[in-house]
Protein backbone atom coordinates (compact mmCIF):
# COMPACT_ATOMS: atom_id res chain seq x y z
CA UNK A 1 0.00 0.00 0.00
CA UNK A 2 1.37 3.42 -0.66
CA UNK A 3 0.80 5.54 2.17
CA UNK A 4 2.34 8.67 3.71
CA UNK A 5 5.72 7.40 4.53
CA UNK A 6 5.84 6.19 0.84
CA UNK A 7 5.12 9.57 -0.52
CA UNK A 8 7.35 11.55 1.84
CA UNK A 9 10.02 9.02 0.65
CA UNK A 10 9.10 10.11 -2.74
CA UNK A 11 9.08 13.70 -2.38
CA UNK A 12 12.51 13.59 -0.64
CA UNK A 13 14.01 11.54 -3.85
CA UNK A 14 12.67 14.42 -6.26
CA UNK A 15 13.97 17.37 -3.78
CA UNK A 16 16.96 15.25 -3.93
CA UNK A 17 16.99 15.65 -8.00
CA UNK A 18 16.77 19.49 -7.51
CA UNK A 19 12.52 19.78 -7.59
CA UNK A 20 11.04 22.31 -5.52
CA UNK A 21 9.02 20.71 -3.42
CA UNK A 22 6.29 22.65 -1.16
CA UNK A 23 2.71 23.46 0.64
CA UNK A 24 0.04 24.72 -1.26
CA UNK A 25 -1.86 25.03 1.62
CA UNK A 26 -3.56 23.04 4.18
CA UNK A 27 -6.57 20.08 4.24
CA UNK A 28 -9.31 20.29 6.87
CA UNK A 29 -7.51 18.65 9.12
CA UNK A 30 -4.61 20.90 8.80
CA UNK A 31 -2.13 18.79 6.82
CA UNK A 32 -0.25 20.03 4.41
CA UNK A 33 -0.83 19.92 0.28
CA UNK A 34 2.37 19.40 -1.23
CA UNK A 35 3.17 20.55 -4.90
CA UNK A 36 6.16 19.63 -6.43
CA UNK A 37 7.92 21.62 -9.67
CA UNK A 38 9.97 20.83 -12.43
CA UNK A 39 11.70 22.85 -15.77
CA UNK A 40 11.10 26.08 -16.27
CA UNK A 41 8.81 28.42 -15.38
CA UNK A 42 8.77 30.20 -18.53
CA UNK A 43 6.50 29.23 -21.17
CA UNK A 44 3.11 26.96 -21.23
CA UNK A 45 3.11 25.15 -18.15
CA UNK A 46 1.11 21.62 -17.02
CA UNK A 47 -0.64 21.11 -14.05
CA UNK A 48 -0.90 17.57 -12.74
CA UNK A 49 -3.30 16.23 -9.86
CA UNK A 50 -4.08 13.22 -8.30
CA UNK A 51 -5.71 11.42 -5.56
CA UNK A 52 -8.66 14.03 -5.55
CA UNK A 53 -10.84 11.00 -4.40
CA UNK A 54 -9.74 9.36 -1.36
CA UNK A 55 -9.48 5.70 -2.35
CA UNK A 56 -7.99 6.19 -5.78
CA UNK A 57 -3.93 6.72 -4.10
CA UNK A 58 -3.25 4.96 -6.71
CA UNK A 59 -2.41 7.74 -8.74
CA UNK A 60 -0.26 9.24 -6.41
CA UNK A 61 2.71 6.86 -7.27
CA UNK A 62 2.02 6.80 -10.78
CA UNK A 63 1.98 11.09 -10.69
CA UNK A 64 5.42 10.42 -8.32
CA UNK A 65 6.78 7.85 -10.99
CA UNK A 66 5.83 10.21 -13.59
CA UNK A 67 7.47 13.20 -11.89
CA UNK A 68 10.41 11.26 -10.79
CA UNK A 69 10.86 10.16 -14.53
CA UNK A 70 10.76 14.00 -15.88
CA UNK A 71 14.05 15.23 -17.38
CA UNK A 72 12.08 17.88 -19.66
CA UNK A 73 13.08 21.60 -19.73
CA UNK A 74 9.33 22.63 -19.91
CA UNK A 75 7.61 23.48 -16.73
CA UNK A 76 5.78 20.91 -15.37
CA UNK A 77 3.58 21.17 -11.85
CA UNK A 78 2.13 18.44 -9.62
CA UNK A 79 -0.23 18.06 -6.19
CA UNK A 80 0.39 14.52 -6.31
CA UNK A 81 -2.09 13.83 -3.02
CA UNK A 82 -5.14 16.42 -2.79
CA UNK A 83 -7.00 15.02 -0.65
CA UNK A 84 -4.64 13.87 2.15
CA UNK A 85 -6.83 12.99 5.18
CA UNK A 86 -9.25 11.12 2.77
CA UNK A 87 -6.83 8.92 1.23
CA UNK A 88 -5.29 8.40 5.19
CA UNK A 89 -9.03 7.52 6.63
CA UNK A 90 -9.05 4.71 3.37
CA UNK A 91 -6.03 3.57 4.41
CA UNK A 92 -6.04 3.85 8.19
CA UNK A 93 -9.46 3.99 9.43
CA UNK A 94 -10.90 5.98 12.04
CA UNK A 95 -6.97 5.73 14.03
CA UNK A 96 -6.06 8.90 10.80
CA UNK A 97 -8.91 11.13 12.77
CA UNK A 98 -7.47 12.52 16.29
CA UNK A 99 -10.73 14.45 16.72
CA UNK A 100 -13.64 12.00 18.99
CA UNK A 101 -16.33 14.19 17.60
CA UNK A 102 -14.71 14.19 14.25
CA UNK A 103 -14.40 10.39 14.42
CA UNK A 104 -18.08 9.68 15.19
CA UNK A 105 -19.37 11.69 12.74
CA UNK A 106 -17.47 9.95 10.20
CA UNK A 107 -18.35 6.35 11.32
CA UNK A 108 -22.12 7.88 11.19
CA UNK A 109 -21.41 8.73 7.65
CA UNK A 110 -19.97 5.75 6.72
CA UNK A 111 -23.26 3.38 8.26
CA UNK A 112 -21.02 2.27 11.32
CA UNK A 113 -18.78 0.55 9.35
CA UNK A 114 -15.30 0.73 10.40
CA UNK A 115 -13.64 0.25 7.24
CA UNK A 116 -13.32 3.28 5.03
CA UNK A 117 -11.54 1.18 2.06
CA UNK A 118 -14.34 2.62 -0.55
CA UNK A 119 -14.49 6.42 0.85
CA UNK A 120 -13.69 8.80 -2.02
CA UNK A 121 -14.63 12.00 0.28
CA UNK A 122 -12.69 14.26 2.25
CA UNK A 123 -13.01 14.61 6.18
CA UNK A 124 -16.01 16.86 5.93
CA UNK A 125 -17.88 13.87 3.95
CA UNK A 126 -17.27 16.30 1.20
CA UNK A 127 -16.24 15.11 -2.61
CA UNK A 128 -13.62 17.21 -3.90
CA UNK A 129 -14.68 16.85 -7.40
CA UNK A 130 -18.02 18.13 -7.19
CA UNK A 131 -17.38 21.20 -4.94
CA UNK A 132 -16.03 23.30 -7.54
CA UNK A 133 -18.26 26.45 -9.05
CA UNK A 134 -19.33 25.30 -12.41
CA UNK A 135 -22.47 23.66 -12.62
CA UNK A 136 -22.38 23.08 -8.92
CA UNK A 137 -25.03 20.53 -7.73
CA UNK A 138 -26.46 19.93 -11.41
CA UNK A 139 -24.51 16.22 -11.42
CA UNK A 140 -26.39 13.78 -11.64
CA UNK A 141 -25.23 11.24 -8.88
CA UNK A 142 -25.06 14.31 -6.43
CA UNK A 143 -26.28 14.20 -3.00
CA UNK A 144 -27.16 17.08 -0.61
CA UNK A 145 -25.90 15.34 2.41
CA UNK A 146 -22.79 14.45 3.85
CA UNK A 147 -21.63 11.15 2.30
CA UNK A 148 -18.96 8.81 1.17
CA UNK A 149 -19.42 9.97 -2.24
CA UNK A 150 -20.72 12.80 -4.48
CA UNK A 151 -21.81 15.19 -1.49
CA UNK A 152 -21.62 18.61 -3.24
CA UNK A 153 -21.09 20.21 -0.02
CA UNK A 154 -23.43 23.19 1.86
CA UNK A 155 -21.91 25.55 -1.51
CA UNK A 156 -18.92 25.26 -4.07
CA UNK A 157 -15.73 25.46 -3.00
CA UNK A 158 -16.46 24.96 0.24
CA UNK A 159 -13.37 22.77 1.42
CA UNK A 160 -9.82 23.95 1.98
CA UNK A 161 -8.96 21.44 -0.13
CA UNK A 162 -10.35 22.66 -3.17
CA UNK A 163 -10.00 26.32 -2.51
CA UNK A 164 -6.15 25.91 -2.18
CA UNK A 165 -5.77 23.86 -5.46
CA UNK A 166 -7.53 26.47 -7.14
CA UNK A 167 -5.36 29.57 -6.03
CA UNK A 168 -2.36 27.31 -7.04
CA UNK A 169 -4.19 26.67 -10.73
CA UNK A 170 -5.05 30.58 -10.78
CA UNK A 171 -0.62 31.28 -9.45
CA UNK A 172 0.37 28.78 -12.23
CA UNK A 173 -1.91 29.38 -15.03
CA UNK A 174 -1.36 26.11 -17.00
CA UNK A 175 -2.23 25.84 -20.64
CA UNK A 176 -2.76 21.96 -20.09
CA UNK A 177 -4.21 20.50 -17.04
CA UNK A 178 -4.10 16.64 -16.22
CA UNK A 179 -6.78 15.45 -13.43
CA UNK A 180 -5.75 11.80 -12.50
CA UNK A 181 -8.26 9.22 -11.33
CA UNK A 182 -9.17 5.45 -11.40
CA UNK A 183 -10.50 3.57 -12.89
CA UNK A 184 -11.47 2.75 -16.52
CA UNK A 185 -8.56 3.43 -19.10
CA UNK A 186 -10.64 6.27 -20.57
CA UNK A 187 -10.23 10.01 -21.46
CA UNK A 188 -12.55 12.50 -20.56
CA UNK A 189 -12.51 15.65 -22.49
CA UNK A 190 -14.64 19.03 -23.39
CA UNK A 191 -16.85 21.10 -20.74
CA UNK A 192 -20.77 21.70 -21.96
CA UNK A 193 -20.50 22.98 -25.89
CA UNK A 194 -16.11 23.49 -25.03
CA UNK A 195 -15.18 21.20 -27.56
CA UNK A 196 -11.85 22.50 -27.76
CA UNK A 197 -8.05 20.66 -28.58
CA UNK A 198 -8.75 18.03 -29.75
CA UNK A 199 -6.49 16.96 -31.92
CA UNK A 200 -4.03 17.64 -28.85
CA UNK A 201 -6.44 15.88 -26.81
CA UNK A 202 -6.52 12.87 -29.86
CA UNK A 203 -2.20 12.58 -29.27
CA UNK A 204 -2.61 12.12 -25.91
CA UNK A 205 -4.86 9.04 -26.41
CA UNK A 206 -2.50 7.43 -28.91
CA UNK A 207 0.10 8.16 -26.69
CA UNK A 208 -1.50 6.37 -23.40
CA UNK A 209 -4.38 4.47 -25.63
CA UNK A 210 -6.96 5.64 -24.04
CA UNK A 211 -10.35 6.23 -25.39
CA UNK A 212 -11.31 9.60 -25.43
CA UNK A 213 -14.97 10.03 -24.31
CA UNK A 214 -17.05 13.46 -24.15
CA UNK A 215 -18.13 14.72 -20.72
CA UNK A 216 -21.02 17.06 -21.77
CA UNK A 217 -23.25 16.25 -18.73
CA UNK A 218 -20.24 16.35 -15.62
CA UNK A 219 -20.41 19.18 -13.43
CA UNK A 220 -18.66 20.64 -10.14
CA UNK A 221 -15.38 18.81 -11.21
CA UNK A 222 -11.91 20.40 -11.31
CA UNK A 223 -11.42 19.82 -14.94
CA UNK A 224 -14.88 21.62 -15.80
CA UNK A 225 -13.98 24.64 -13.73
CA UNK A 226 -11.09 24.66 -15.56
CA UNK A 227 -12.62 24.66 -18.68
CA UNK A 228 -15.37 26.91 -17.76
CA UNK A 229 -12.87 29.75 -16.35
CA UNK A 230 -9.99 29.65 -18.83
CA UNK A 231 -9.56 29.25 -22.76
CA UNK A 232 -7.00 26.28 -22.25
CA UNK A 233 -6.87 22.85 -22.30
CA UNK A 234 -7.78 20.36 -19.41
CA UNK A 235 -8.67 16.69 -19.32
CA UNK A 236 -9.73 13.87 -16.60
CA UNK A 237 -6.98 10.46 -17.42
CA UNK A 238 -9.10 7.14 -15.74
CA UNK A 239 -6.43 5.12 -15.26
CA UNK A 240 -6.41 1.02 -14.54
CA UNK A 241 -8.59 -1.83 -15.62
CA UNK A 242 -12.34 -0.93 -15.33
CA UNK A 243 -13.19 -4.84 -14.01
CA UNK A 244 -10.51 -4.31 -11.29
CA UNK A 245 -12.41 -3.04 -7.21
CA UNK A 246 -11.40 -0.39 -5.50
CA UNK A 247 -9.26 0.55 -4.33
CA UNK A 248 -6.78 -0.59 -7.13
CA UNK A 249 -4.27 -2.99 -5.95
CA UNK A 250 -0.41 -2.34 -6.32
CA UNK A 251 -0.17 -4.77 -9.21
CA UNK A 252 -1.94 -2.51 -11.22
CA UNK A 253 0.33 0.28 -11.02
CA UNK A 254 2.91 -0.89 -13.38
CA UNK A 255 0.48 -1.10 -15.97
CA UNK A 256 -0.81 2.33 -15.34
CA UNK A 257 2.88 3.68 -15.22
CA UNK A 258 3.89 2.12 -18.52
CA UNK A 259 1.02 3.50 -20.23
CA UNK A 260 1.78 7.30 -19.30
CA UNK A 261 5.09 6.96 -19.37
CA UNK A 262 6.10 10.37 -21.68
CA UNK A 263 2.77 12.04 -20.92
CA UNK A 264 4.63 14.51 -19.47
CA UNK A 265 7.02 15.81 -21.83
CA UNK A 266 3.78 15.49 -24.40
CA UNK A 267 1.47 17.54 -22.38
CA UNK A 268 4.70 20.54 -22.07
CA UNK A 269 4.62 20.54 -25.93
CA UNK A 270 1.43 20.84 -26.44
CA UNK A 271 1.60 23.35 -23.45
CA UNK A 272 4.23 25.33 -25.44
CA UNK A 273 2.32 25.08 -28.83
CA UNK A 274 -1.21 26.29 -27.21
CA UNK A 275 -1.32 30.56 -27.77
CA UNK A 276 -1.81 32.20 -24.55
Known amino acids: MYGLLEYERDLNELRAQGARVFSIGK ?12 GSVEGGQVLVQASMHAREYLTTPLVMTLMKEYSGSGGIWAVPMVNIDGVLLTQEGLSSVSDVGRRAFLLEVNGGNYNFSLWKANANAVDLNVNYNADWS ?12 NYIGRYPMSQS ?31 KCNNSYQDEIMRISELTGYEMLRSDDSAGGYKDWFLATTPYLGITLECGNPLLNYPLPASELPNMIERNRGILELSSEIANEINP
Open 27 to 38: TELGRDIYAVQK
Open 138 to 149: YGAQNVTYPSPA
Open 161 to 191: ENVALARFTLRVQPRVTLSYHTKGNVIYWGY
